[in-house]
């Protein structure tokens, strides 16, 4: 894998081949210490929103976040959405939601999770409805804690259900779940089908991506360090954004050639 220098080859397709995929925290955003502290730079949704046109609408957000929560962050845009890692989904406008009353020993979870947390300072327990987050970003000491609690949380739930584990965080989901899992599900769908896939993330969460992506041939983008299967890197988010900003502005895809 070689580290992504920010340069501007010719482009080696049209844009109009390549279906866009973007996870959101510390990938298209930094990191923060409390999830809903989460700031867009200004400049991203007109970015996203040029970049789309030149795609001809395939760009889409795939992340662990409730749709809900993404569309409040780039209102008055509206963007194709994988959320909840694929729970959720929006293309095209037309939205599939998840029910949290189907999920209802989950929801009984919930409340026993904030029960068990509550003595542990800096532990944060972030409810998505359709799953749960267990945040020790504020507490690493409470690391191991956490990830005990999360993973007998799953055991007792059974095997319907696994944990994700991401950077300070442990998330209980439906096992049906993941980012590959939702990318594919675009891809049989115009106007992705038949494009080249490009998926940026920046976590564990974004593996299973990295994985499907580079299945059809795409080119996989890692954010920051830590091992990955991504076949590029970029530094930090400003790193991508600028990317970004370079192709929806000039038309030139700026990442090395697709192998």
């Not at 973007?22 to 990191?31: H, Q």
């Not at 991203?44 to 970049?51: D, E, F």
């Not at 904030?114 to 945040?135: F, M, N, Q, T, W």
């Not at 030139?252 to 697709?258: A, C, G, S």
Request: proline content about 7%; hydrophobic content about 40%; glycine content about 10%.
């Amino acid at each position: 894998m070689r580290e992504a220098a920010l340069i501007q080859p010719p482009p080696f397709s049209q844009s109009e081949d390549y279906a866009l995929f973007l996870d959101f925290d510390g990938t298209l955003v930094d990191i923060v210490e409390r999830p809903d502290a989460v700031m867009v730079d200004p400049a991203l949704p007109g970015i996203l929103t040029r970049l789309q046109e030149r795609l001809g609408g395939a760009l889409a957000i795939i992340s662990g976040r409730p749709i809900e929560f993404l569309d409040s962050r780039f209102r008055p845009h509206l963007f194709d959405i994988g959320g909840l890692h694929g729970l959720e989904r929006r293309v095209g406008g037309e939205l599939f939601l998840c029910d949290p009353d189907e999920h209802p020993h989950l929801r009984q979870m919930a409340a026993r999770l904030e029960e068990i947390v509550a003595p542990k300072r800096g532990v944060l327990i972030e409810d998505k409805g359709c799953s749960i987050a267990i945040h020790w970003r504020l507490a690493p000491q409470e690391k191991d804690f956490a990830l005990e609690t999360a993973h007998a949380a799953v055991q007792a739930l059974g095997p319907d259900y696994r944990v994700q584990h991401g950077k300070a965080v442990a998330e209980i989901l439906p096992a049906a779940a993941g980012k590959g899992k939702v990318i594919e599900q675009f891809l049989q769908q115009e106007p992705y089908r038949g494009r080249i896939p490009i998926f940026a993330g920046d976590d564990l969460t974004d593996e299973n991506g990295f994985k499907t992506v580079n299945a059809h041939g795409g080119l996989s983008i890692r954010i920051g360090g830590g091992e990955t299967i991504a076949r590029e890197r970029l530094g930090t988010p400003s790193d991508l954004r600028h990317c970004l900003s370079v192709w929806a502005t000039e038309g030139t895809l700026p990442f090395d050639r697709i192998s």
